[in-house]
T-cell receptor, first 111, second 115 residues
Framework: DAKTTQPNSMESNEEEPVHLPCNHS???????IHWYRQLPSQGPEYVIH???SNVNNRMASLAIAEDRKSSTLILHRATLRDAAVYYC????????????FGTGTSLTVIP | AAGVIQSPRHLIKEKRETATLKCYPI?????VYWYQQGPGQDPQFLIS???????DKGSIPDRFSAQQFSDYHSELNMSSLELGDSALYFC??????????????FGEGSRLTVL
């Protein structure tokens, strides 16, 4: 399975933007880049995903490097409810694929 | 909107007993995933099903088995339980489109405690 590398932890001040990086140097041309987050004692929650182009939704933006070897999840204004573990995951293009969670980034939001 | 339903939410078993966890995916979703998350650990992929057929296997112990039924619900069967099996077990479902896994929707999890 393709590997991702994320910082173990990051801090952000409330109402400021947060940029969460992810390296995936072994990504293949057909792997999608997914981001999920998990609050304590809850199931993971989808944030965003993309293939090549940058993506925006109501929760966040995903910036994908031109060579696709890295990506950045952008939370435009961090709130206390954004404090969670954020996972960057690569998925294979086949259905029913092995969707592996690596070691995510624990985001602390400081009031 | 209907979400992924898991039952039971909490389960307490003794060592060497068996346990069965159930998952009801979102209607019309074609893929089901099972994950195990130990205390302070990241979710570990166990197994997945696509259209009721086993699709991929992760780090699922031989003591565990799973299947997906004709109504698309899935069950994770765990036998000869060990203390280390104590964990949160998550089920997720998704609707795959060609070339894209799509969004995985997770249930609230089943917490298994083995004494």
């Amino acid at each position: 399975d393709a590997k991702t590398t994320q910082p173990n932890s990051m801090e952000s001040n409330e109402e400021e933007p947060v940029h969460l990086p992810c390296n995936h140097s072994t990504i293949s041309g057909t792997d999608y880049i997914h981001w999920y987050r998990q609050l304590p004692s809850q199931g993971p929650e989808y944030v965003i995903h993309g293939l090549t182009s940058n993506v925006n939704n109501r929760m966040a933006s995903l910036a994908i490097a031109e060579d696709r070897k890295s990506s950045t999840l952008i939370l435009h204004r961090a709130t206390l409810r954004d404090a969670a573990v954020y996972y960057c995951i690569l998925s294979l293009p086949n259905t029913g694929n092995q969707f592996y969670f690596g070691t995510g980034t624990s985001l602390t939001v400081i009031p | 909107a209907a979400g992924v339903i898991q039952s039971p939410r909490h389960l307490i078993k003794e060592k060497r007993e068996t346990a069965t966890l159930k998952c009801y995916p979102i209607p019309r979703h074609d893929t089901v995933y099972w994950y195990q998350q130990g205390p302070g650990q990241d979710p570990q992929f166990l197994i997945s099903f696509y259209e009721k057929m086993q699709s991929d296997k992760g780090s699922i112990p031989d003591r565990f088995s799973a299947q997906q039924f004709s109504d698309y619900h899935s069950e994770l069967n765990m036998s000869s339980l060990e203390l280390g099996d104590s964990a949160l077990y998550f089920c997720a479902s998704s609707l795959s489109t060609s070339g894209d896994t799509g969004e995985l929707f997770f249930g609230e999890g089943s917490r298994l405690t083995v004494l």
